[in-house]
């Protein structure tokens, strides 16, 4: 029995368009001589719909539309589809208005409903505001083509598979929905899903499927969304493992793509197509080549597709067509500018520099050769007359007192102002080119180089910023990113022979203290025990905390480490504690 795995990238709210994916999906599938169709979590609404789910007309529609679906399936394929179900119960016995929903449908209509089991609130997720958790094992028998015979399979939605504590060392739920379906004798266990990516997850994600496999003797098989939904981006790398812990099909990261495997009933096992005793259809032979899709050999690349990946859908989706960005002639302009045309073309990219009278001539220089080895498009807009026109406006509220950071931040906040006008203008989207380690301890502006409708580079470290362009570098095998401004001290260039680090430490020993503080949650006590200064320690420490009020108001970024300045970080702004103090 042939089962396919459709990958694919629906748009939140979007059901028409996400019923048309999953019916191309299943003509497709079909086509190929599939018995069954595997798609992702809330493949039909988009993952994470949020609070749409509150409103019962969209919640309406989706029936509506899940209905219409199945009437429009080819006749002999079973599809899974993800989508919600009402709690009719809610109004009688309590409880969440929703089930978190897998429909299986076949024969035009909608054969049975299975409800997610383990609910998420933590981090980025937030299901428990929405739905009800499903009480009981989901299962069914699958009819198999011109035979008698019957396969019975275990569905699992997402977190379903996440709580072995033989794998985990604990348990996070009381429940472990894989061991009960493994009681129950299915033949098959599927994991529909829609899990966000981070760095190095997919190496846990296998492990973890490579363990359920073996430690219970039962095929699994693993289908996940990808594309960019806001600061979350979905890595897809769906994968199949046998029962004896192998990868027999794995589908490439940050792709849509259809892909094929053989369930052999003899063997009660997945088999890939190459070792499937089956006459495959000339379509079927291309998805052969490609049924187990290198993972990227390294961090960087990984982060790289990644970020292009969440760019171009954010672009996309949100309906814009252009971007714009500052160039500084900085490292993390460039890496942006570098990203944003990958995403959406070179001819799509407007930079524009604006040099100040404290703007270096190699700023400048690097910054217009950044942008010619790319194939951009520039302008220049020198902000040396707007400065004097802020310096005389302001004179006689500042008199008396020395030059100092407002001053600074004036130029900042002109070029906020230029750059906001220019994609008003032409209805750009300006992607702000700010890193996490100034994110972190609030060395950014507000209104000024914070200003815009993504921020790109938002969870990647100063030291990763490094490592990327390197690696862009040496990926094009030529200079995409100038060694020079690989090169040279980062500075923002607010006032004469200014670097960053005669405000910041260097950014090595900065973000390893960030990333103590910030992704392992150790006290500052703990962080100076690994051998840093407590002076610097405590440092950043409190610029974190006191940085709150700018996060805040930051515009959304892509996120790809397990802690993100996003939707899963909820800290007070108006607080007196100061985080990792006690």
Request: aromatic share 6%.
């Amino acid at each position: 029995m042939k089962i396919a795995i459709a990958q694919l990238n629906p748009t939140i709210g979007n059901l028409n368009e996400n019923a048309k994916q999953i019916l191309n999906a299943a003509k497709q599938a079909a086509d190929l001589g599939a018995r069954l169709l595997l798609t992702p979590e809330l493949s039909l609404c988009g993952y994470p719909p949020r609070d749409l789910l509150l409103n019962p007309s969209f919640v309406q529609l989706m029936a509506t539309t899940l209905s219409q679906l199945a009437r429009n399936l080819p006749p002999d394929l079973a599809v899974l589809v993800g989508t919600v179900e009402e709690n009719e119960r809610s109004h009688v016995d309590g409880g969440k208005p929703l089930f978190n929903s897998i429909a299986w449908l076949e024969q035009g209509k909608i054969q049975q409903i299975f409800h997610k089991r383990l609910l998420p609130t933590y981090d980025v997720f937030d299901e428990y505001r929405y739905f009800e958790s499903g009480l009981k094992p989901n299962l069914f028998a699958l009819n198999l083509k011109n035979s008698k015979s019957q396969i019975l399979i275990g569905v699992t939605i997402c977190e379903d598979l996440w709580n072995d504590e033989d794998f985990w060392g604990k348990r996070s739920y009381a429940i472990n929905p894989i061991a009960d379906l493994a009681k129950l004798s299915v033949d098959l266990i599927l994991n529909l899903s829609a899990s966000p990516y981070t760095v190095g997850k997919q190496k846990v994600r296998e492990a973890m499927l490579r363990h359920a496999a073996t430690r219970y003797e039962k095929p699994i098989i693993y289908a996940n969304q990808i594309g960019g939904n806001d600061d979350l981006i979905f890595d897809g790398n769906s994968v199949a493992f046998n029962r004896e812990g192998e990868v027999v099909c794995r589908a490439p990261g940050f792709e849509t793509d259809l892909v094929i495997i053989e369930f052999d009933e003899q063997k009660q096992d997945l088999v890939s197509l190459d070792e499937a005793s089956i006459e495959l259809t000339e379509v079927a032979k291309i998805q052969k080549s490609k049924s187990i899709a290198p993972l990227p050999e390294c961090d960087d690349e990984e982060i790289w597709k990644a970020l292009v990946l969440g760019v171009r859908d954010y672009v996309s989706k949100c309906g814009f067509g252009k971007i714009v960005l500052g160039l500084s002639g900085g490292i993390d302009s460039a890496l942006v500018a570098a990203i944003a045309s990958a995403a959406i073309g070179k001819e799509n990219v407007l930079g524009v520099l604006m040099p100040s009278p404290y703007s270096s001539d190699h700023s400048v220089k690097d910054a217009l050769k950044l942008a010619k080895n790319l194939g951009i498009q520039t302008q220049i807009l020198p902000i040396g007359d707007l400065m004097q026109v802020y310096d005389k406006t302001l004179e006689p509220l500042f008199a008396g007192t020395s030059f100092g950071i407002a001053e600074e931040n004036i130029q900042s906040r002109i070029r906020g102002n230029l750059l906001m006008a220019i994609a008003n203008k032409f209805g750009h989207l300006l992607i702000s080119t700010g890193n996490k380690s100034e994110m972190a301890v609030g060395y950014c502006t507000l209104y000024g180089d914070m200003n815009g409708g993504l921020a790109a580079i938002a969870d990647v470290p100063k030291t990763r910023v490094y490592s990327l362009c390197q690696w862009l570098n040496s990926k094009a095998e030529s200079e995409i990113i100038p060694q020079n401004i690989i090169a040279k001290a980062p500075s923002a260039e607010l006032k004469p022979g200014q670097t960053d680090q005669d405000s910041l430490p260097p950014y090595d020993i900065l973000d390893d203290i960030l990333q103590r503080f910030i992704q392992q949650h150790q006290s500052p006590a703990q962080i100076v025990a690994a051998g840093h200064d407590s002076v610097v320690v405590d440092k950043v420490v409190k610029l974190v905390a006191r940085a709150e009020f700018k996060r805040r108001q930051a515009p959304p970024g892509l996120k790809i480490t397990d802690r993100a300045f996003g939707t899963g970080w909820r800290m007070p702004i108006a607080s007196k504690w100061v985080l990792g103090n006690s």
